[in-house]
């Protein structure tokens, strides 16, 4: 109880360090926030007065306690372009990233493993071999280069040479322009938009994964028990995925917390590519904007994320792993 | 580098990178047009592989929406793109082995004050803070290698740290010390030359990423700016000509593949050659 409960307590250690990291970064770099918000014919004494109204001509430690404390209060801010609050903007962007980034998380890990898994089983098989290649150049594929290529064949080839009507993919935003509406679309007009998106991020994913799942696999096959097993006359997908999945998934937890960095990344591009208004795109557009408390509440955010994914499979692998349980 | 050559894969991959670094050493050098320079683009633009263009140039990738010759703009590209993503994790690599091992050696506040730097750093996706510093100073290569430097050590200085720590530990540490070997010689010569197996590994693998990661920064126009080509901001430039003009970025993209591929077959070979137990996530890509 008291190593969880130092474990928490060290997560919201980190995470402050990461947050004033992150506040003396923004500070410290060149340029005026306010020099960018006003227009070029601003005279000096108003540049001055802005200055002080963003508290801006006050010491940096006082700048730091302010902001300090209305992070504390869960206020992260106002957006300098958008003059909305960040808090406000960053509710709208994320579920449209969790989605995005959960979902392909979800089919990374499932695809990921079993492609592993089968590559072990196949071990030095040509099945393997074609799988390795396929997946460490996938891995090595970038992916707002893949995602390019799909809209070229499946959204303007698609057209041209006469796919199946499903088969004919939208290549930009989550829904229909001409749909009703609200705040989300339609599952289904959803669902036909997330297919690109989510192909591209599962396939840079998954294929990360694999590599690592198929070693983690290797290590278990090697084992007594599953010899036993075999021995005991246990069919090959039983065998897999009831005495090697279990033992293999300590390793595979913490690829997953550690993969988290990477779907955001990639999230980043394909929200760019797909025109998704996630957590990534806003972060694009404020950094083109100098927009700085925005480009702060989403670092915040994605460490936040990074973190708490880090702290859950370091509390979930003691429940997962009966070896590690004291 | 007798082990490295041992695999068909790690040797192809080798052949790959050298036929590349000579091809973007030799290429632009030798090209009859200036691959910044923009002619007649009426006449130039657009070319397909393999075509010839009014004056009678074979242009072996076709041309850019400017007329120019993208198979020497491609090589020129990777020029730029090797280096960065060489210097860069290389300079990352030395930093970190420099802070891993000082940390571990010296322990105490210093070790717990630069590991929960490093932490902090790791817990933001590299990706991420590369986009921030990008964003706060301006775009160019010397700021993508700084960048890359400084979002790029904690992994080695992490793995140098547990390789020094445990290193330091062995018999033949005590047998120097009690020699006479003086500390700063002791982890120098005896400590660090034991425990950087991980470290390379972890380099060699940083390679394909960073190039990536430059790529990825260079697409997002907040890398290498034009006309200096990149291989990032080539394929930002076929972007919209996907449809009418598909080579314009197919063939950056196929070069940055073939690039990555051939890094972390070599990371993968030498991992199993060095080191067989080091883990290495699989860390941002672009």
Sequence with gaps: ?326 | MNGLARTTGARVALAALLLLALGAALVPALAPADPLAVSDVLAQRLLPPLSRDAAGHLHLLGTDRFGRDLFTRMMLAGRISLAIGIVGSLLAAAMGTVIGAVAAWRGGVLDAAVMAVADALLAIPRLVLLLVCAALWSPGISTVVAILVATGWMGVARLVRGEVLGVRERQYVDAARALGTGPRRLLWRHVLPNALGPAIVATTLGVGSAILLESGLSFLGLGVQPPVPSWGNMIAGGRDLIVTAPWVAIAPGLALVVTVLAATVIGDTLRDELAGEVRVGPGDRA
């Excluded at chain 1, 014919?41 to 802005?50: G, M, N, Q, V």
Aim: with cysteine; glycine share 8%.
């Design chain 1, 1 to 326: 109880m008291r190593s969880l409960l130092r474990r928490v307590l060290g997560a919201f250690g980190l995470l402050w360090l990461v947050l004033s990291f992150t506040f003396l970064l923004v500070r410290l770099a060149p340029g005026d926030p306010a020099a960018l918000l006003l227009p070029a014919t601003a005279s000096a004494a108003e540049a001055a007065r802005l200055r002080t109204e963003l508290g801006l001509d006050q010491p940096l430690a006082v700048q730091y306690a302010r902001w300090a404390g209305a992070v504390v209060r869960g206020d992260l801010g106002e957006s300098l372009a958008q003059h909305r609050p960040v808090t406000a903007l960053l509710a709208e962007a994320a579920p449209v990233s969790l989605f995005l980034g959960g979902s392909s998380l979800v089919l990374t890990f499932v695809l990921g493993t079993a492609v592993g898994m089968v590559q072990a089983a196949r071990r030095g098989r040509v099945l393997d071999r074609a799988l390795t290649v396929a997946t460490t150049a996938l891995y090595a594929a970038p992916s707002f280069w893949l995602a390019l290529g799909l809209v070229a064949v499946f959204t303007y080839g698609a057209a041209t040479w006469g796919f199946p009507a499903a088969l004919r993919l939208p290549a930009f935003g989550m829904r229909d322009p001409a749909s009703a509406g609200g705040a989300w679309p339609a599952l289904p007009d959803l669902l036909r938009h997330a297919v690109l998106p989510v192909t591209v991020l599962t396939a840079v994913g998954a294929s990360g994964i694999a590599r690592y799942a198929r070693s983690a696999t290797l290590d278990v096959t090697g084992a007594e028990f599953v010899r036993a097993a075999r021995a005991k006359g246990v069919g090959t997908a039983r065998l897999y995925v009831c005495h090697v999945l279990p033992n293999a998934a300590t390793p595979l937890i913490v690829l997953l917390a550690l993969s988290l960095p990477g779907v955001i990344a990639g999230s980043v591009f394909v929200e760019s590519v797909f025109a998704w208004p996630g957590m990534g795109r806003l972060m694009l557009t404020a950094i083109l904007q100098r927009d700085y408390p925005v480009i702060l509440g989403v670092t915040v955010v994605y460490a936040a994320l990074v973190i708490g994914a880090n702290l859950a499979a370091d509390l979930l692998l003691p429940l997962l792993d009966p070896r590690r349980r004291r």
